[in-house]
């Protein structure tokens, strides 16, 4: 059994994680860091005594993203650095549909979520049986799953794609018409760029992304000199149109890295204009700010939890595990980003 760790902010303990800080400062108040701290230091001395592997999404808070991850990414990212990391415990730090996506890669190994309840209204908007009353409807036309989706969604399915590589995985089936679930959203604005014929799934949105209006946007380059505007592909259609760029957040991190514009908005989850922000105090960040509640029930306390007792494990019916393996795994072997 792991010590239980002192979590008081001592003067020593301020001058050992003040190089964290200094990641951080530009997005947390010196004010807040003494309750971070002690955590940050726990957290990082017990992942390393237990040979764990803290994988950490893009939409994760600035003391999780900069001072205790081991990855950080977009979904696809996150699943290939489950898929090679040989840690014998994964903590997934983002919602529960990744933490499964890493225990359908790493079945053998211990996959911790520091909260199961962390879901996703995309991931709830289909079941198994809606899957198999599609491929019933539409007999021997491929299922193409995003993601965002239970083990047993993805167990139904052909193979899985992320938003950074939807386009290319439908364009890699050689056929003319498929079947995508369950981001509508995502479906069209794919729609837009391919001729291949694409069946939506019509009850399928992000709960996020689909409070962005092309308004929003209008409206923000109308008060603003100079905007660069980049959206998430789960944005609608008539939002992704006014904007200068759409990709997965990491597409959007490395267009803002690569561009670096003088002022951007991105209009996605707004913890990941904070981490961004914190490395690039040359742009400036004109922040819409939608939360997704789910990504924000992550935190310290949580994730120290996880490590320190292997609560939260994530379990998924070996059948059921086995088959979405497939369908993820064929996506990963494609080796596009
Ligand atoms: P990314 O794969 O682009 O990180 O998107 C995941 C997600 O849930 C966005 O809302
Ligand atoms: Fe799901 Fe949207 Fe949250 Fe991403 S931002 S996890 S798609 S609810």
């Avoid at 919602?95 to 911790?112: C, G, Q, R, W, Y």
């Avoid at 690039?280 to 939890?305: A, G, Q, S, W, Y």
Wanted: hydrophobic share 40%; aromatic share 6%.
């Amino acid at each position: 059994m792991t010590n239980l760790p002192n979590l008081e902010f001592t003067a020593e303990l301020a001058i050992e994680m003040q190089p964290y800080y200094e990641k951080v400062r530009r997005v947390i108040p010196e004010i807040e860091w003494p309750m971070h701290a002690p955590y940050i230091k726990a957290i990082n001395d017990i992942k390393k005594e237990k040979n764990a592997v803290l994988l950490v999404h893009n939409y994760q808070t600035p003391e999780i993203y900069h001072c205790v991850a081991d990855f950080v990414g977009d979904s696809l990212a996150l699943s290939k650095e489950a898929a090679r990391t040989d840690a014998d415990i994964i903590v997934q730090c983002g919602v529960h549909f990744m933490a499964e996506t890493s225990k359908i890669l790493n079945p053998d190994k211990i996959v911790l979520s520091p909260d199961l309840n962390a879901g996703c209204s995309l991931a709830e908007s289909i079941t198994a049986d809606d899957v198999r009353s599609l491929k019933t409807k539409y007999p021997g036309i491929p299922v193409v799953t995003y993601v965002n989706t239970s083990a047993e969604v993805k167990a139904e399915s052909d193979i899985c794609c992320t938003s950074g590589n939807a386009r290319r995985v439908i364009e890699s089936l050689g056929v003319n018409k498929v079947i995508f679930i369950p981001d509508k959203y995502l479906a069209q604005n794919i729609a837009n760029e391919t001729d291949i014929e694409i069946i939506t799934w019509d009850t399928g949105s992000c709960e996020v992304h689909e409070l962005f209006t092309p308004n929003d946007l209008i409206e923000a380059r109308e008060n603003e000199d100079d905007l660069k505007i980049i959206a998430h592909p789960e944005c609608p259609p008539d939002v992704i149109k006014e904007a200068d760029f759409s990709g997965s957040t990491a597409n959007m991190i490395s267009w803002v890295t690569n561009n670096k514009p003088k002022k951007v908005m991105m209009v996605t989850e707004c913890s990941m204009s904070d981490n961004i922000a914190a490395e690039n105090p040359e742009v400036e960040f004109v922040r819409p700010c939608n939360l997704c509640p789910h990504m924000k029930k992550i935190t310290l306390p949580k994730i120290l939890d996880n490590l320190i007792y292997l609560n939260n494990e994530v379990k998924i019916d070996p059948i059921i595990a086995k088959k979405a393996f497939n369908a993820v795994d064929r996506m990963i072997k494609l080796d596009i980003s």
